[in-house]
């Protein structure tokens, strides 16, 4: 696989499952007319107990998109 141009990073805060997709559904919509190799999607997902990870997972077979879950610490 080719090395991306263009690294996409977003921060989610718990439980922001419609925003995300809502966002995510909107980037790909912008992105269609890339090719897939030049961009990817990074999601920092900071603890959301909602569907944040199926959205991610969904996505995935749109765009290139790496899930990573980072759990509050307390």
Known sequence: MNKPLLSIIIPVAPNRQARLQAVLSRLSLNMATFPDHTFEVLIADG??????????????????????YLPIRK
């Open 47 to 68: 603890g959301s107990t909602d569907g944040t990870r199926e959205v991610c997972e969904t996505m995935q077979r749109y765009m290139r998109l790496k899930y990573v």
